[in-house]
């Protein structure tokens, strides 16, 4: 990577998800160490974005590497998806409880929107805002974005800036519904 370049990853604070953000983080911090690795979250993972940022650059000196410079992380104001989904009309905790069967898989899929997108509208709105304000402040020349971090998705989406999405699941969640001629339901791959 030639220059200073700037990476933003945006991710919800919950360490599901923001493990693999800050592993990649880590890992493009020391094979790029003059790229400006900015992270946007919510305050819970500040802490774990700082002793990451100071974890790779104790590796970097024991591998007497260059120290990339440290992680810069941009609070989003909101809550993070995961207590997102704890508001009570999302329902989600309720569903896992149920026994299985057809009736009860029916009630199941029936709240994946609240599940993907946990928020009220004003919540989502509240946090695209934000998401738009750090990206502006940034002007990163790739941004990243975790899958359940909606707002990040749909911003990068609508504003067609460079992105990509950094996934903890498989490509197979994301490729499946995408085979073509119903494909999907039965075979895989094609």
Known sequence: MAGNKRIL?????????????LATAHALGLACHDAEIHIASF?????????????MQA??????????KPFIFHEIEGISWGL????PD??????L?????????????????????????????DIYKETERVF?????????????????????????VKWMVL??????EFAVPLQPNLAALWKYPM
């Not at 974005?49 to 974890?55: G, N």
Request: with cysteine; proline share 8%.
């Open 167 to 172: 996934s903890p699941n498989t490509t197979k």
């Open 59 to 68: 590796i970097a000196t024991q591998q007497q590497i260059a120290v990339p």
């Open 136 to 160: 502006h402040e940034v002007r990163p020349d790739l941004a990243i974005i975790e899958p359940l971090f909606t707002q990040g998705l749909t911003f990068c989406h609508y504003q067609r």
């Open 97 to 125: 409880e149920l026994a299985p069967g057809f009736v009860n898989s029916a009630k199941g899929v029936a709240i994946l929107p609240a599940v993907m997108v946990p928020w009220s509208p004003k919540e989502f709105l």
């Open 43 to 55: 305050k819970d993972l500040r802490r774990g974005v700082d002793e990451a940022s100071k974890f």
């Open 9 to 21: 990853f945006f991710t919800n604070s919950d360490f599901g998800q923001a493990n693999v953000v």
């Open 90 to 95: 999302t329902a989600i905790f309720e569903t």
């Open 84 to 87: 997102a989904t704890k508001h």
